[in-house]
């Protein structure tokens, strides 16, 4: 059974990974990715691999989720910063 302290978890996790997501998207309408650092994205990527290898050490679903997705999102800006370089 997912306890309070999970379901806080789930809905931070919702909340961060949704926030993320209409960067990709405005920058897979637009074709451009001139306004996103390449710098930024890959610490981002890192980062949130890092916390990915971390959920599942701890077997904290919210944290495997959410950042299973998030990265999805990094590789996918990292991917149309290289695509739409001008």
């Known amino acids: 059974m997912i306890n309070s302290i999970e379901i806080l978890g ?14 990709v998207y405005k920058t897979w309408k637009t074709k451009s990715a001139d306004s996103l650092s390449m710098t930024m994205l890959l ?19 919210p944290i495997i989720l959410c950042n299973f997705i998030t990265a999805i999102s990094g590789f ?9 370089k001008k």
């Open 10 to 23: 789930l809905i931070a996790a919702t909340l961060t990974t949704a926030a993320f997501l209409p960067q």
């Open 76 to 84: 996918l800006l990292l991917y149309f910063k290289i695509r739409y």
């Open 43 to 61: 610490a981002f990527v890192s980062g949130v691999l890092c916390w990915l290898v971390y959920g599942f050490l701890i077997k904290s679903l």
